[in-house]
């Protein structure tokens, strides 16, 4: 049997109902919230950035440029957050070992 995770399915146990009943899974099925997009881009403090992808609803925390966002879950595909004060650029963030080591030669 092959079932295919339905649109704002949450985590859970599986069930499979049968002419013979229902049976359920005794632990649960995780479901992966995945980011397929954001907009805009780029930003400044204070920009409102809008996130969609799947099984956004269980979201606990956005954190934007290493500092935590405030944030609302608009849907189960949808998060608005809002770059905090404090926030770096991508490239403010990004540690490249090799590159760090070459610049103390």
Avoid: C, Y
């Amino acid at each position: 049997m092959t079932a295919t995770v339905p649109t704002g399915a949450k985590t859970g146990t599986v069930t499979v109902t049968t002419s013979a009943g229902t049976l359920s899974s005794d632990r649960n099925f995780q479901v992966t919230p995945q980011v397929k997009s954001f907009s805009p881009a780029s930003g400044v403090v204070g920009t409102s950035v809008t996130i969609t992808g799947v099984s956004l609803a269980q979201t606990m925390g956005v954190t934007i440029g290493g500092k935590a966002a405030s944030f609302s879950v608009n849907s189960d595909t949808q998060v608005t957050a809002k770059v905090a004060a404090g926030a770096k650029n991508g490239s403010d963030q990004h540690h490249d070992s090799w590159r760090d080591r070459e610049q103390q030669r």
